[in-house]
């Protein structure tokens, strides 16, 4: 079982739509992170939180917002995407005690715009 | 030049050979280098983590790593067709949060 919860698992939305993932972890990590992953593509960096701060944001558009209310919680909202937002995205979270930062894995929110 | 980089393959080896898969990164400044599992439509799953130069070894797998060569290689020893799956490289650097930058993944079949 994955520590990484992550909602919803699938996500159909139009265009004109506003949508939000949510992810949640209770490792008691401090570092928390969005990917996204097109077919057959590795993960792709989106965002970076740290103590609940965004520490990293590469350069991904305005129509992706992320927001993180506590050490457990990041959510990413959703507006005016495209078709080619449709990906899956990945939430992980990882320790920043550590010098390692390996990172774990929600299982993915399949997105599809039309 | 991509930051990590990996054959894609796909690689086939027999059931209980050895597979080995292969890294090379660009940024002298990564710290930490990773192997991660991704079974299709999964998330990716870590597999080993290494960040001294030299070999690193956890049951079946090892990770070694050469700094000097910006190259780390992954060992299947007994593959099994349960490893069949795409291994992800990945390298990170601590910049507030850790900025972990992944390869395009090698695509290992065993073969029964």
């Known amino acids: 079982d994955t520590e990484v919860t992550q909602t919803p698992k699938h996500l159909v939305m139009g265009m004109t739509n506003k949508k939000s993932l949510k992810c949640e972890q209770h490792?008691?990590?401090?570092?928390m992170y969005w990917y996204k992953q097109k077919a057959k593509k590795p993960p792709e960096l989106m965002f970076v939180?740290?103590?609940?701060?965004?520490?990293i944001n590469e350069s991904v558009p305005s129509r992706f917002s992320p927001e993180c209310p506590n050490s457990s919680l990041l959510n990413l909202h959703l507006h005016a995407l495209q078709p080619e937002d449709s990906a899956l995205y990945l939430c992980?979270?990882?320790?920043?005690?550590?010098?390692?930062?390996?990172?774990?894995f929600g299982e993915g929110s399949r997105l599809t715009v039309l | 030049q991509k930051e990590v980089e990996q054959n894609s393959g796909p690689l086939s080896v027999p059931e209980g050979a050895i597979a080995s898969l292969n890294c090379t990164y660009s940024?002298?400044?990564?710290?930490?280098f990773f192997w991660y599992r991704q079974y299709s439509g999964k998330s990716p799953e870590l597999i080993m983590f290494?960040?001294?130069?030299g070999d690193k070894e956890d049951g079946r797998f090892t990770a070694q790593l050469n700094k000097a060569s910006q190259y780390v290689s992954l060992l299947i020893r007994d593959s099994q067709p349960s490893d069949s799956a795409t291994y992800l490289c990945?390298?990170?650097?601590?910049?507030?949060?850790?900025?972990?930058?992944f390869g395009a993944g090698t695509r290992l079949f065993v073969k029964a």
């Open positions: 940024d002298r400044g990564s710290q930490s």
């Open positions: 992980a979270s990882s320790q920043l005690t550590r010098d390692t930062g390996e990172l774990f």
């Open positions: 990945a390298v990170n650097r601590r910049t507030g949060g850790f900025k972990t930058i």
């Open positions: 290494i960040y001294s130069n």
């Open positions: 490792m008691g990590h401090r570092a």
């Open positions: 939180y740290s103590y609940e701060k965004l520490s």
